[in-house]
């Protein structure tokens, strides 16, 4: 029924029945995940009242997930991704349990914040490469676009009710109780992926869009070692223009617009709006929804046309809105700005994706991938730390104003001067 009706057309990848166990299980993780973002958040700002700890809180995670990246992107051309996400789920979930434990006893302390973050940035280094991955192996090329959305509904779902339900369980329960919730969310996103952990592992079923991009081995050849992989995984990047421009573009952009949400996000409520934790959860919940909006309308598409455009263009809006934000005196023209910000980004995400599991032969697609997303976060520790001192310097409105007015220029620039990314198809 899903299928005929073309409002729809987004559902057509639940018919198949491992798609909805993997999807169904990461959308209850990310619902924890979203909600222990916004109780961390809440916490350091509580203990600390300092930008720079909640910077370094984030750079903590992300430095070994850049730094494992490529071995995880490794790992999952070499082993079937699913059991690497079972294994990422269970010492997650493990970890949030040991942080629930000490923040319900009130020994909790910020220096081992500091420790969990950190093993949870080593276990997203394998774990991103193998749900990128893990996705065509399980769908059709036809349902792609469908099987991506749904995915990023999921998350998108995780970001809307996460902090809706944290702002509440941190005004009623405390902290320690929105630990314990993400730590079970784990460990039943673990549970439901165990009837996928021994399905046989399927390769390239159809050909990729001809392009640049080759695979220099017959398909299936068992790669020879790790070194070589990495190589041939940077090798496949650096030859394609429109591979290497874009990851440098959101090398950039992706710090100047994450940036001010992590980490001056708290403080422009707090400060600037003087609010409580319900208006950031509020926040936090807003942007989302502007991603279910994208990936509503690119979820009913079969195929793409004109991705590099798409892509750009994309960057441009995401940029202008989180500078409205840093301009806005108004909680609903600030929402506004948000809700666009949220579409604009799911949009050009989800565009990306679905180009790179079609011109990418999925037997590289595992390292590709792996490279794909070290470029485009090699700068968030920076970032970070950077956007950490100007909230304190500037202040956060002044934060948002740069991040945004910096993304839209940089995208803008690079889309009018390179016509690899123009001509992307």
Not at 101 to 111: E, P, R, S, T
Not at 112 to 131: E, K, R
Not at 372 to 392: M, R, V
């Amino acid at each position: 029924m899903f299928k005929q009706i073309a409002g729809l057309s987004i559902l057509r990848s639940i018919y198949n029945r491992s798609f909805v166990l993997l999807w169904s299980g990461q959308t209850i993780s990310r619902i924890g995940d979203f909600l222990y973002e916004l109780a961390l958040a809440w916490w350091v700002l509580e203990k600390t009242g300092s930008a720079a700890a909640m910077a370094t809180v984030l750079i903590f995670s992300s430095v070994p997930m850049l730094v494992f990246l490529l071995i995880g992107g490794v790992a999952v051309d070499r082993f079937p991704p699913v059991q690497v996400m079972f294994v990422s789920d269970l010492v997650r979930g493990v970890v949030t349990t040991l942080v629930a434990l000490l923040a319900f006893m009130n020994i909790l302390q910020i220096w081992q914040i500091y420790l969990a973050s950190l093993v949870f940035g080593l276990v997203d280094g394998f774990f991103q490469p193998a749900y990128t991955k893990a996705i065509p192996e399980i769908t059709a090329e036809a349902d792609l676009t469908s099987a991506n959305s749904l995915s990023s509904l999921g998350i998108q779902a995780g970001r809307i009710v996460g902090p809706a339900v944290g702002g509440g369980i941190v005004s009623l329960g405390g902290t320690s109780a929105a630990f314990a919730l993400n730590a079970f969310t784990f460990f039943i996103s673990a549970a439901i992926l165990l009837p996928l952990l021994h399905r046989p592992r399927r390769l390239s079923s159809y050909s990729p869009n001809p392009g640049p991009v080759k695979s220099p081995s017959p398909e299936g050849d068992p790669p020879a070692n790790l070194v070589k992989d990495l190589r041939e995984g940077i090798r496949i990047v650096l030859g394609t223009p429109w591979l290497w421009i874009t990851i440098v573009v959101f090398a950039i952009s992706n710090i100047t617009l994450s940036g001010p949400y992590a980490v001056s996000m708290p403080f422009l409520v707090k400060d600037h709006l003087k609010a409580d934790v319900r208006v950031l959860g509020l926040l936090y919940a807003i942007f989302p929804i502007g991603y279910v909006a994208g990936s509503l309308w690119l979820g009913g598409k079969n195929s793409l046309r004109h991705r590099g455009v798409l892509i750009y263009i994309s960057g441009i809006v995401a940029g202008v809105m989180l500078a409205l934000i840093g301009l806005t005196v108004s909680l609903w023209a600030l929402c506004l700005a948000a809700f666009i910000n949220g579409a604009a980004m799911e949009v050009g995400s989800l565009t990306w994706i679905n180009t790179l599991q079609t011109l990418i032969p999925r037997e590289k697609l595992g390292r590709v991938s792996s490279v794909d997303t070290l470029g485009s976060f090699a700068l968030f520790p920076i970032g970070y730390g950077i956007f950490g001192w100007a909230t304190e310097l500037i202040g956060a409105p002044s934060v948002f104003l740069l991040g945004g007015g910096i993304t839209a220029l940089i995208t803008l620039l690079v889309f009018v001067l390179a016509p690899a990314v123009r001509k992307l198809d």
